[in-house]
């Protein structure tokens, strides 16, 4: 029985995010936040590098679309878990039988390895109790933690056909750590979402190019800007990047987007949309090879931006775009 440990006070978090690596910080940052509001700091930088190393795994070699990150607190330790919809099996997760050390972990040598059999080495060392639930459709890999944990050595998951775990059923904005928030973006038009996030893409390449110029100061500038302001939300950007992917594969015009993110990145959106801005401004000088953003392109972020600041600082409904539109002419 995979569930020995009652959990505790109903203490339970989780978050769907895009199987990418992309998403991996924000699956660091949703654990880290999530120990921190809960008092269990002393378990930080453990349970960050497992779930750091599963949610790699998800994203890397579970051919899985979405990964859904839970953090669970029980009587006596907590337990992050990853689970997957993926076509790799269950029975690939398990470290790699010729670790050197794997019957005394100090002669483990984790720099020698690769990143699979690393990541799942470092798992199996720090967590009290590791395993893997095949499920109806993917799977879950799970980790406890707890405050006396210590190194047990490099060992192989528990295994069970059956999920010892349920989540209980609570509203996925219930289920996040405090200071986050989900944002919705209703009737967000595909085909204009994916056309807009390529352009992000173009513009951000040619500007690590020429920000190579020491003489390029403007460049240099924005495309560190842009850099930066992008990391902390990656995970909520390829979250929309990949609903809009399987909207377009579905032959969808308009979805309804939802991402999870800290409500301190309502900031970083706004700055993001100036950082556009002035990276535009710089097509339209013709120093830059990328067109400016069209009409359309500068709309529908426009639209986006206003909706994460709306819904995250002054806690308004969302609008679709196409009524946003209407109000806005």
């Not at 002393?42 to 599963?54: Q, R």
């Not at 100090?106 to 990143?115: G, S």
């Not at 990047?241 to 377009?248: E, I, K, N, P, V």
């Not at 100036?274 to 013709?286: F, G, K, M």
Request: proline share 5%.
């Amino acid at each position: 029985m995979l569930d020995k440990s009652p959990i505790a006070s109903l203490s339970a978090l989780r978050v769907r995010f895009a199987a990418d690596p992309a998403s991996v910080p924000g699956a660091r940052r949703f654990i880290a936040d999530g120990l921190t509001s809960w008092g269990r700091t002393t378990l930080l930088d453990d349970a960050t590098l497992c779930v750091s190393e599963l949610a790699a795994n998800a994203a890397l070699h579970s051919a899985s679309t979405y990964m859904e990150i839970a953090l669970l607190a029980l009587d006596d330790a907590v337990r992050i878990s990853v689970e997957d919809d993926g076509v790799t099996p269950a029975e690939a997760v398990v470290p790699r039988p010729d670790f050197p050390g794997s019957e005394d972990a100090d002669e483990l040598d984790l720099d020698d390895e690769p990143t699979t059999g690393r990541g799942l080495a470092i798992v199996s060392i720090l967590a009290s109790d590791w395993g893997v639930e095949k499920l109806e459709r993917g799977k879950r890999i799970w980790a406890e933690l707890t405050e006396a944990a210590g190194e047990h050595g490099v060992r192989p998951p528990r295994t069970s056909t059956e999920s010892g775990f349920e989540m209980p059923a609570v509203d996925p904005a219930a289920a996040l750590p405090e200071g986050w928030t989900v944002v919705r973006l209703p009737g967000c038009p595909v085909e204009l979402g994916l056309r807009q996030d390529q352009h992000l893409d173009e513009l951000i390449r040619e500007l690590q190019l020429i920000s190579a110029d020491e003489h390029d100061l403007a460049s240099q500038q924005i495309a560190a800007e842009l850099q930066g302001l992008l990391s902390g939300p990656a995970h909520a950007r390829h979250m929309g990047r990949r609903l809009s992917q399987d909207a377009a594969a579905a032959g969808k015009t308009h979805i309804d987007v939802e991402m999870a993110m800290p409500r301190e990145f309502s900031q970083d959106v706004l700055k993001l949309q100036q950082a556009v801005a002035a990276a535009d401004a710089l097509c339209e000088e013709r120093r830059l090879l990328t067109l400016a953003s069209s009409e359309d392109l500068r709309s529908l972020r426009a639209w986006m931006t206003e909706s994460v600041f709306a819904q995250v600082e002054r806690g308004e409904e969302p609008v679709s775009y196409d009524d946003w539109l209407r109000s806005n002419r």
